[in-house]
């Protein structure tokens, strides 16, 4: 087994992003950039973190990290690899300059697109969860808020370039948590041949946990509005969503479950009491800047990941009937979309994001994904278009600027 090892810093995340290759893993945030190459060993998942780092973990050699992603259910396996190399990159001067135009490098060709559900149907799906939100059902937990999501299935003859549609993801959102990890190569539908790689790529803007110098933060989002190309209605729209009483309801019941689950490993822990605005290119979202002091300053990244996953902001409240609703109501299996990505080292400091705005790639084959939180004051036909200006995230990475 060979050592991993930590080659000098990279000048600039623009370097490991030229730098990635499929098979390889990036991740990067706010903080800088991590590319991971080869494959040591791989955890399959958050539990199995700890043991597998200490297993490569020996005085000669520098921090290991376990880099990769954990499925939407996470009682499916991770995968969660200790690359044989790694390399870090500081943030760059030039990381803040967004492209907010369309992707500079289109990838050309003809796509087949088709929707699951259809767009009609997912309206129905939402009035369906609208249902569920207003029946009590005696014996059973109410369920308060539950999100559902739709699958855009893009498929063409020629395989995705996977570091082309990165390099898009990062230009567009230079702020937000830009990824690319490889997968387990079987689906449980067995949809793809096993021999086509997969990987995870995308651009979230929300930090599940992110654990360092004995804290631990959070940014759980919840409510969103789509932002507009004409300054005025942008900014109006920023400030509907901020007085919103329905999205402010659907955002406080995430905060408060990512609070509960932090509660217990922090002795401190800071909750704002109001929600401020935060921006990527295509969306504006509700957000709480959750911090706390941990009581061992070991407690690891992976470890508050798992406590957290998945939060009320990709499955609902409680989270056992909201999980159980969307394997019943949603027509596709959700594989690694709403799950967690990020990487952890040796010393528990690491980052983990909420796999959204985010698609599996296989080949020439690419799903892309969006929900939104659903709670009783929800209205349908506004929960669609959500949904559509989520997936323009991943369409405008891919240069496609339609409304799917
Ligand atoms: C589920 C998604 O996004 C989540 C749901 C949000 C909402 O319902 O307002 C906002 C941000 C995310 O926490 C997605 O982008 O697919």
Redesign the pocket.
């Known amino acids: 087994m060979s050592l991993q090892r930590v080659a000098a810093p990279a000048a600039a995340v623009g370097e490991l992003l030229a730098a990635y290759r499929p098979g390889s893993a990036f991740f990067s945030s706010a903080d800088g950039a991590v590319l991971g190459e080869g494959e040591l060993t791989v955890a399959h998942s958050l539990d199995g973190v700890a043991d597998t780092l200490a297993a490569v973990t020996t005085p000669d050699r520098v921090r290991p990290i376990a880099i990769g992603a954990v499925p939407f259910d996470a009682r499916s396996p991770a995968r969660l690899v200790v690359p044989e190399t790694v390399r870090y990159a500081v943030p760059s001067e030039g990381r803040g300059a967004a492209d907010n135009g369309q992707a500079r490098h289109p990838l050309q060709g003809q796509w087949r697109i088709r929707a699951v559900p259809e767009p009609t149907a997912h309206v129905r799906a939402v009035e369906r969860g609208l249902k569920l939100l207003a029946d009590a059902t005696p014996g059973t937990a109410q369920l308060r808020k539950l999100?559902l999501?739709r699958c855009l299935r893009l498929s063409r003859d020629e395989p995705v370039d996977v570091a082309q549609l990165l390099g898009n993801l990062a230009r567009r959102d230079p702020h937000g948590f830009t990824f690319a990890v490889d997968l387990p190569r079987h689906t449980p539908d067995h949809r793809y041949d096993a021999d086509l790689p997969r990987t995870l790529v995308g651009a979230s803007p929300?930090l599940l946990v992110a654990k360092r110098a004995g804290q631990a933060v959070a940014q759980?989002?919840?409510?969103?509005a789509p932002r507009s190309a004409d300054s005025a209605t942008d900014q109006r729209r920023a400030a509907d969503l901020l007085a919103s009483a329905k999205d402010r309801h659907?955002h406080a019941l995430t905060v408060e479950a990512v609070a509960t689950g932090l509660r217990p490993f922090c002795r401190q822990l800071r909750v704002p009491p109001e929600p401020e605005l935060v921006k990527t290119a295509t969306m504006w979202?509700l957000a709480t800047r959750v911090t706390g002091e941990l009581h061992d300053p070991a407690t690891s990244s992976a470890e508050l990941a798992r406590a957290l996953h998945p939060t009320p902001?990709?499955c609902g409240t409680p989270t056992e009937a909201a999980r159980d609703t969307i394997t019943d109501i949603e027509p596709f299996d959700r594989g690694f979309y709403?799950g967690a990505v990020g990487y952890c080292d040796a010393a528990g400091d690491g980052e983990w994001v909420?796999a959204?705005?985010c698609a599996e790639v296989a080949g020439g084959n690419i799903d892309l994904?969006?929900?939104?939180?659903i709670v009783p004051e929800s209205d349908p036909e506004s929960e669609l278009a959500?949904t559509s200006a989520?997936l323009r995230t991943l369409l405008l990475a891919l240069g496609l600027d339609q409304s799917l």
């Not at 759980?220 to 969103?224: D, I, K, R, T």
């Not at 994904?369 to 939180?373: D, L, Q, R, S, V």
């Open positions: 999100v999501a929300e759980p989002l919840a409510g969103s659907e979202h902001a990709i709403a909420v959204i705005r994904f969006a929900g939104g939180g959500e989520k």
